[in-house]
C-alpha cells in the first residue's frame, strides 16, 4: 500500500477535477492535506493535443496544487463501460491509497465519459470495503463519497470557499494549453472548452458563491445525508 491519502479524486481525463475542483485541492494541499488525483484515461480521442502533452499539462497542473500522487489508469477513452475488469482496477487504486475522502464527477453531464467515471467510482467505494473482493489487497472502507461539477450542475449541496486559492486554480487550468488556447498557426479544432470555457467555469464558480457572498465557491454533490452534530458548527 502507498501512503495513506486524504483526499483521492477521480476524472475521467487529466483537467476534469482541475475544472470542477482546482480550487479546492489548491485549499486542502496548502492545509497540510494529502491529496492524490487519479485520470482514467489518456484521453487519446480529444481533438487537441495528445497523450504525450496531456501528461505533461497534467503534471504541470499537479504541481501547480501541490499534489501528493497522480496517476492515470490508461483505460480506453470513450470506452469507459463500467466492466468488472474496470471496477477493480479503480478499486485497487482506493485499497492502494486508503483515503479518508474520495471524490468523482457529478452524476449528469454532457459527456458521456464523466457520467461513466462517476458510476465506475461509486461502484468501485463500494467494493473496496468487501473483505473477500480482490483479495490480494486489503479491504478499505471509504467514509465519505462527494461529486464535483464539470459541465452541467446544479444548486449544490456543499460549498467550499475557493476565493482565496482561485488564482491557483486558473494556473492549474492554464497548464492545459492544447485544450483551453487556441494559437494561430497551429492545427487546432474548434471544441466548446476553446470558445471561451475557462471564462465560463470562472462565472459558474462566482454564481455558486454568490447565495453566500463568497467571490468564488466551488460546489459538490452527495448522495447520503450531511451529519450534523450542532448547526452553529457548520460555518467555520
Known amino acids: 500500500m502507498n501512503r495513506p491519502l486524504d483526499i483521492l479524486i477521480f476524472g475521467a481525463h487529466a483537467d476534469d477535477a482541475e475544472i470542477g475542483m482546482a480550487g479546492t485541492i489548491a485549499k486542502h494541499t496548502a492545509a497540510g492535506y494529502r491529496v492524490g488525483l487519479c485520470d482514467l484515461t489518456e484521453?487519446?480521442?480529444?481533438?487537441?493535443?495528445?497523450?504525450?502533452?496531456?501528461?505533461?499539462?497534467?503534471?504541470?497542473?499537479?504541481?501547480?496544487?501541490?499534489?501528493?500522487?497522480?496517476?492515470?489508469?490508461?483505460?480506453?477513452?470513450?470506452?469507459?463501460?463500467?466492466?468488472?475488469?474496470?471496477?477493480?482496477?479503480?478499486?485497487?487504486?482506493?485499497?492502494?491509497?486508503?483515503?479518508?475522502?474520495?471524490?468523482?464527477?457529478?452524476?449528469?453531464?454532457?459527456?458521456?465519459?464523466?457520467?461513466?467515471?462517476?458510476?465506475?467510482?461509486?461502484?468501485?467505494?463500494?467494493?473496496?470495503?468487501?473483505?473477500?473482493?480482490?483479495?490480494?489487497?486489503?479491504?478499505?472502507?471509504?467514509?465519505?463519497?462527494?461529486?464535483?461539477?464539470?459541465?452541467?450542475?446544479?444548486?449544490?449541496?456543499?460549498?467550499?470557499?475557493?476565493?482565496?486559492?482561485?488564482?491557483?486554480?486558473?494556473?492549474?487550468?492554464?497548464?492545459?494549453?492544447?485544450?483551453?488556447e487556441q494559437t494561430s498557426g497551429e492545427d487546432i479544432a474548434q471544441t466548446p472548452l476553446n470558445q471561451g470555457y475557462v471564462e465560463r467555469v470562472k462565472a459558474r464558480d462566482s454564481l455558486i458563491g454568490q447565495r453566500s457572498l463568497i467571490p468564488y465557491a466551488e460546489g459538490f454533490m452527495t448522495k447520503t445525508a450531511f451529519p450534523v452534530h450542532l448547526f452553529g458548527s457548520l460555518r467555520s
Not at 144 to 155: A, G, M, P
Not at 162 to 169: F, I, N, R
Request: net charge neutral; hydrophobic share 45%.
Open 43 to 180: 484521453a487519446e480521442l480529444s481533438s487537441n493535443g495528445n497523450p504525450a502533452l496531456r501528461k505533461q499539462e497534467a503534471d504541470a497542473a499537479a504541481k501547480a496544487l501541490g499534489l501528493a500522487a497522480r496517476l492515470n489508469l490508461g483505460l480506453p477513452d470513450r470506452g469507459l463501460t463500467g466492466s468488472e475488469e474496470q471496477i477493480a482496477a479503480v478499486t485497487g487504486v482506493i485499497r492502494d491509497f486508503a483515503p479518508r475522502l474520495v471524490f468523482a464527477p457529478y452524476w449528469e453531464d454532457r459527456h458521456p465519459d464523466h457520467i461513466a467515471c462517476s458510476k465506475l467510482v461509486e461502484a468501485a467505494a463500494f467494493n473496496a470495503k468487501l473483505r473477500r473482493y480482490m483479495l490480494d489487497k486489503p479491504a478499505v472502507p471509504v467514509p465519505e463519497l462527494y461529486f464535483y461539477f464539470i459541465n452541467d450542475w446544479k444548486t449544490p449541496d456543499l460549498v467550499v470557499d475557493v476565493s482565496a486559492t482561485y488564482d491557483l486554480k486558473e494556473q492549474a487550468l492554464r497548464c492545459y494549453r492544447s485544450q483551453f
